[in-house]
T-cell receptor, first 117, second 116 residues
């Protein structure tokens, strides 16, 4: 199956700093990537949908200026958490798909654990 | 908006036995996809099984099968011959087949324990 990687797998940063998380599709071209957030013992909440070469579409309640998403190529999307605070500590998961069409599979990355101190 | 409900926060099954995880959903659409994902302690999301709403036949994947009741908006997962490696969080998910709304909506999850 298709492989999606995330880097880093775990990051610790100080409050007020920014941190970038990368999501890569290793063996396919992903026209669409999704970013999710998962709190401990909770479900995945979609944060935004990004299409290659266009602006991301954010879900209601997600701060666009805080969570910057860039999908610069067909194999890479980045999530930058700007001016991070302890409440941003969470598990961030990306997924990638060949097409926005529902019949196309979403492949998930292994996730990134962000801890803000 | 679509919603997905998993009413069982935790379930337990003995090794080699069968367990059924429940999922209901709410939608006004007629064409959609339903999924069961497994999230083991590693937290890597793994697709277990997928059902297309226009197909009446229930999907099966080896020891995993679903009971899809479209009129009742119910989509349960049956795990047969449970193994220790089946212990994980299981999420039911919905995805619209229409337009460009290709995002997944997840339920709250069911934690499955497998005992000896």
């Amino acid at each position: 199956g298709a492989v999606v990687s995330q880097h880093p797998s775990w990051v610790i940063c100080k409050s007020g700093t920014s941190v970038k998380i990368e999501c890569r599709s290793l063996d396919f071209q992903a026209t669409t990537m999704f970013w999710y957030r998962q709190f401990p013992k909770q479900s995945l909440m979609l944060m935004a949908t990004s299409n290659e070469g266009s602006k991301a579409t954010y879900e209601q309640g997600v701060e666009k200026d805080k969570f910057l998403i860039n999908h610069a190529s067909l194999t890479l999307s980045t999530l930058t958490v700007t001016s991070a605070h302890p409440e941003d500590s969470s598990f961030y998961i990306c997924s990638a798909t060949l097409s926005r069409a529902a019949s196309y599979e979403q492949y998930f990355g292994p996730g990134t654990r962000l801890t803000v101190t | 908006a679509q919603t997905v409900t998993q009413s069982q926060p935790e379930m337990s099954v003995q090794e080699a036995e069968t367990v059924t995880l429940s999922c209901t959903y709410d939608t006004s659409e007629s064409d959609y996809y339903l999924f069961w994902y497994k999230q083991p302690p590693s937290r890597q999301m793994i697709l277990v099984i997928r059902q297309e709403a226009y197909k009446q036949q229930n999907a099966t994947e080896n020891r995993f099968s679903v009971n899809f009741q479209k009129a009742a908006k119910s989509f349960s997962l049956k795990i047969s011959d449970s193994q220790l490696g089946d212990a994980a969080m299981y999420f039911c998910a919905y995805r619209s087949a229409s337009g460009t709304a290709s995002k997944l909506t997840f339920g709250t999850g069911t934690r499955l324990q497998v005992t000896l």
